[in-house]
């Protein structure tokens, strides 16, 4: 059982798992900063610094009685709140960090596609003109014999 477990651990797919895995989370570093430190701030000078962390709703009262200025304020007092500002900011930040992170891909993609158009693999027939295979060395049509010379066309 271990010299099998050696096997699955050593074998290429499996390092090649947790490498993606570490540049992944590498990646998503990257990400995040780029969402938190350049998109956000002028998304946020555009929508006049719209932050909805302290938007919750009031379920039941602490002590002292409320009104509460901010969710924090409610908790220490012991009221029990639904916090649906940090639900909607989490949202917000998921959406913005998939926007950048579909574009970021979409771009590496492009850079990687080879402008080169794949090889042919038919060919037309010197003899009746029908599309073969570029290695057949005899027309499945006409059944002419293809010398060197037609298979180089």
């Not at 409610?74 to 917000?92: E, P, R």
């Not at 930040?93 to 979409?106: D, E, G, K």
């Given at each position: 059982?271990?010299?099998?477990?050696?096997?699955?651990?050593?074998?290429?797919?499996?390092?090649?798992m947790?490498?993606g895995?570490?540049?992944?989370?590498?990646?998503?570093?990257?990400?995040?900063?780029?969402?938190?430190?350049?998109?956000?701030?002028?998304?946020?000078?555009?929508?006049?610094?719209?932050?909805?962390?302290?938007?919750?709703?009031?379920?039941?009262?602490?002590?002292?009685?409320?009104?509460?200025?901010?969710?924090?304020?409610?908790?220490?007092?012991?009221?029990?709140?639904?916090?649906?500002?940090?639900?909607?900011?989490?949202?917000?930040?998921?959406?913005?960090?998939?926007?950048?992170?579909?574009?970021?891909?979409?771009?590496?993609?492009?850079?990687?596609?080879?402008?080169?158009?794949?090889?042919?693999?038919?060919?037309?027939?010197?003899?009746?003109?029908?599309?073969?295979?570029?290695?057949?060395?005899?027309c499945?049509?006409?059944?002419?014999?293809?010398?060197?010379t037609?298979?180089?066309?």
């Open positions: 059982m271990l010299q099998e477990f050696k096997e699955f651990a050593i074998k290429g797919n499996v390092i090649d947790a490498v895995i570490i540049i992944g989370a590498s990646f998503t570093t990257i990400v995040t900063s780029l969402v938190e430190d350049i998109i956000m701030p002028p998304l946020g000078l555009i929508t006049g610094g719209a932050d909805f962390a302290d938007k919750f709703i009031l379920l039941s009262e602490g002590t002292p009685v409320g009104p509460y200025e901010t969710i924090a304020a409610a908790k220490n007092a012991g009221a029990v709140v639904v916090g649906y500002g940090n639900f909607l900011n989490s949202i917000v930040s998921f959406l913005m960090v998939a926007v950048v992170l579909f574009f970021m891909v979409r771009w590496m993609n492009r850079l990687r596609r080879s402008d080169t158009p794949a090889a042919p693999t038919t060919k037309s027939c010197d003899f009746c003109k029908s599309s073969i295979d570029v290695a057949a060395t005899k499945a049509y006409c059944t002419a014999d293809l010398t060197a037609q298979l180089d066309d």
